[in-house]
Structures are given as C-alpha cells and as structure tokens.
C-alpha cells in the first residue's frame, strides 16, 4: 500500500471539499461532522516519541489527541483550523510559565507534517494515513491506579542509607563489569568498612518486556540475580531502578502498567533497594493525589513480595513529599531536581532547598540528592562543605563518582569516620541553620548522646572570621568541643575560627558536667 498522499486526498478524507483546499487564507473551516483524521508516525523523535495523531469533529466540536511512547495520550485543546494546517495546544511541563505549548499538523505531498514541543524537546516528523485499526493498535492502554493505601514500617533504614549510585558519573553508560569493579572497590578502598554498603544500578539497565510482559534486562546485564550475587558476597547490598512511567528519564522502559509484576522480578533477582524516579510518569500522574497513589503502588508491592528492599521516591520534592513518604512506604525521598558538580547548585539544595523539608528521622529521611565528591567540579573546600552539609542534614550518604579513581583528598572526607558518626546519630534528627547572617551561617543538629554537632559555613567568596557562642551549641556550657575535619580537640574558650570561602568548620561539643 502507497502511504503518500496528496493534501487535497488527506482534505477530502476528512470532510473538506476541493474548493476549501485552495482557501488557504479563508476563515477556519469545520470537517465535516463525523470525519476523522488518524496519522501514524513510523520515524519520530525519540523524545516524546509520538506515534499517532487522531483528530475527529463531533457535534460539539474538534476533539483530538497524540499518543507518545514517552507519555501515552497527549489531549489537544484549542483546536483551529486554518487552510491545510490544523494548530492545538498540548500540556507542558518542567517549563514555569508556560503551562502549554503550541502545536500544527500540516498537509504536505510527502504526508502530515506534525510540529511541536514539550519541556526542552522540538518535534517534527512525517505520518502517514493509518486505519482504524491501525490507530487501535498504536493506542495508549491506560492502566488505572488501585487506591491510595497505608504501607505498615518495617524497620529498614534506621539511619541514612550508604552507598554508591553509578548516574553522576556513568549516566546511562553502565554495564555489569562496571557494577562489578564499583563493588571491588567499596572493598579494597575501605569505604564498605566506613558504611558505605548499597551499589545502586541507576538508569540504563533496562531491556525489552517478554511476551509474559516480564522485563528482561538488556545486553549489558547478561545475568542479574548473578550480579546481586557478586555483590552480596562482598558484604554489599544491590540497588535498582525504575519509574511509574511509561518510559526511565533515559527513554529506558518504565513500570507502567507492570508495578507488581516488576516488584517480583526485583525480589527474585534479590534487590536490596528501588530508587523510583517519576521522570515521565510526570505527564500521568501530575497531581497530588496520582503521584501519592504511584508511589503507594509500588510500596505496597515491594512489602507484599515478602523482601526488605528499601523503597527511595524520586518525584523531586513535590507535594510535599516528607508529609507522606512513609506513609506509602518509602524510607527516604528525593527533595529536589538533580544536583550537578558546582557549588552553586550543591549549595542551592543543601542550603536552601532540602532545608524545608521535614519528617526526618528513623526510617524515613530527606535526600537532598547524591554526593559529587570525586567528580573534580568543586574545590576541596567546597567539597568540605558538600560533605558537612549532608552529615548535619542527616542526608543518605550516595557517592556518584568512579570508586576506581577516588583521590587521597575524596577518601579522606568520605572515610572520616566522625563525619559519617554525626549523619549516622540513632536520634536521626536533621540539623538546621540557628544563626545566618550574610553569608555567614551556624547549623545546630542534636544528637542521641546529648551532644550537639555544629557546623560553620562561609558561602561568601572572601575567608572570614567566625564566632561561636554556647547559646549557638544549645549547651549551657561546653564542656568539649573536638574539630572533626582537623581531628583535634578545641579549647571551649576559644571560639573564633578563620572559615575559608565556600569552606565549613565542623565540630562535636559535649556539655559541662
């Protein structure tokens, strides 16, 4: 069958006569009622990746929409015609203020020419005329979502997790020797002995669903329950990832549609945790109600697979998130966008962002996103700061650079074992800020021994002299005060400290007895 066509064959098809063809700059002329347009898409961008563009006019008026493989149905709104162009709006999203973006369909000879965009993606691409039939089998099957329930605590993650996650610095470049040679090294490096005990497998893992509709991981992993099994033998647990999406943030394959049968598959393999990132699920599930309802979806077929995985929601921070993680069974939730390796954005999350979060605390925590420590975009200082913020944040500790290439200086800040101590305190308490002045501020994070951590930051650009006062400790008097990154005792009278720029001063104080 020939699936060229000329426009006035297209226009004619549905519902426009020979004389509108030519009417290109006569006023919007309606289809006939009853007519529909179906265009099938065989090369299309890959992000979103629409397959088919349906258009029909009813007695109320146009009604139409895409189907994507990235978000399924796409409604249009707004629709106009004009000549042998047809523009609609379809929902945007990630671009503040602007909530919609503007689209056309356009009758070419080589076919309809369809152009437009979501979030930071153009599209244009060629279709074809495609049967019903053809349509139905290019449908998006909307899969609905059980009721939102209650995911009962099981006790995992009495402290920020610890580990290793392959994104920051592999992305989707990754494969099983890779995992492999990042377990070896949280051996041979000490950095399993300080704590750091997950090897998360981030996006990039995925292959193609069976005909059992069980999804098969692709060339890369030959064999994952043999890879979880390398790992468990050094000590180590094995993380994966996944989303309640159609599609991963990669363009891998999601779990819509697969939630529980996907959980099974994770349990079997022996999967220890499931970083759950919403990536285009975003366009499904985009209210309060739909994100929480995923989510719960998920948790609840973690538990009922019967092994403790700990469950980590990645919806960036919306809706509240800390209010309800533990509730559909997450232990800790990401409560940003993804952190970079500068400062300004490392400083962004960690002062500014994760900060408005609540709920912290055993079995549930704030994830201010992975640790860029290694990956050379931050001066050791800055990196100094990157670790001191975390550890009073009471923040999962997730490396994201390559373990095989970890400098004496990346070690020493990942290893210090007083650091990690203070992130690790039972009483799971996040530290907040209690005095800022300028760019000048003094974090205060209690601790289970009745102690206080304390942390000076300086995120100006010049060294500064700081003060510390007791008022500051929340101890009436400080008996000892001991400099965690210098590993030395500090005189409690002698509280003045020169702070270098983007730098941190960290300190444990013990009360006067």
Known sequence: MNHRFTAALVLAMIGLGPLEVEARTSPILPVAEGGTLRVAFDHREPRPGVRLLELARTRTGWRGQLTSDWYGTMPMSRIVRSGGTISFDIRNINTPGVPVRRWSATVTPAGIVLAGGIWDQDVRQTGRRATAAQAAALAHREVPLPPLGTVAPDGLAATPPMGWSSWNRFADKIDDRTIRAMADALVSSGLRDAGYRYVNIDDGWQGDRGSDGELRPNAKFPDMKALADYVHARGLKLGIYSSPGLRTCAGYEGSYGHVEQDARTFARWGVDYLKYDLCSGEWQYAEADTVRRAYHQMGAALKATGRPIVYSLCEYGRFDVAAWGRSVGGHLWRTTGDITDDYAKMSEIGFERNPRFGYAGPGGWNDPDMLEIGNGGMSEDEYRTHMTLWAMSAAPLMMGHDLRETSPAARALLVNREAIAIDQDPAGMQGK????????????????????????????????????????TGLQRIGTLRDIWRHVDVEPSALTFDVPPHGAVFMRATGAR
Not at 448 to 457: E, T
């Open 433 to 472: 800020a209690v005095r800022v002045s300028g760019q000048q501020e003094v974090w205060l994070k209690r601790l289970a021994d009745g102690g206080a951590a304390i942390a000076l930051f300086n995120r100006g650009e010049r060294l500064v002299t700081m003060a510390l006062t007791p008022a500051d």
